[in-house]
């Protein structure tokens, strides 16, 4: 070999030596900083967060107050509507065939089903009561009644039509 040829190769050597050095501390370097970054919060616990923390109320003042009060009372209504079961309807048919015929038609938990020689008794006592009863839940010694027929989402409007419904259709 030359003298050119192993000046030429020294030079290269150090050359990549510095650039490994180099590429080596890059990598130390964004790990050190990669370690250092907080970690990516889950979505759902920055939902849940702000969802905890979110105020409870809102204050309403002066004109613009009443305006906004008004509008956020009606959104309200609109969501409470949102979640009345079957749709608010009022028929009766429609509220026993979908939750009450569960229980009614097999007797289970000890309710009646729609025949006078279960209902009499029950008859006796009125129709408010019935409906009271409906509505709260009861306890007595034939059976349990669930409050709203173990769905929360029934207006007492409903449950009144469903019990009505029931009472008109004995056999």
């Known amino acids: 070999m030359r003298n050119y040829d192993l000046e ?11 650039l490994v050095l180099v590429t080596v501390g890059l990598i130390v370097g964004a790990s050190i900083i990669h370690h250092q970054l907080p970690p990516e919060i889950d979505p759902a616990v920055a939902q849940r967060t702000e969802r905890r923390i979110a105020p409870v109320g809102a ?16 959104a309200a209504a609109a ?3 949102s979640q009345v079961a079957y749709g608010g309807t009022l028929d009766g048919a429609v509220i026993y065939n979908n939750l009450c015929t569960g229980c009614h038609t097999s007797g289970a938990g000890g309710a009646p089903t729609l025949d006078h020689g279960h209902w009499d008794a029950r008859l006796a006592k009125g129709s408010d009561t019935l409906h009271k009863h409906a509505i709260e839940g009861f306890t007595g010694e034939a059976g349990v009644m669930p409050a709203k027929g173990g769905n929360p989402a029934l207006t007492d409007e409903q449950v009144v039509a469903a019990v009505d419904w029931m009472l008109d259709n004995l056999k």
């Open 79 to 81: 969501a409470a509507a």
């Open 59 to 74: 204050v309403y003042a002066g004109s613009t107050g009443a305006a906004a009060q008004a509008a956020a009372s009606a």
């Open 8 to 18: 030429f190769l020294k030079h290269f050597s150090m050359v990549i030596g510095f």
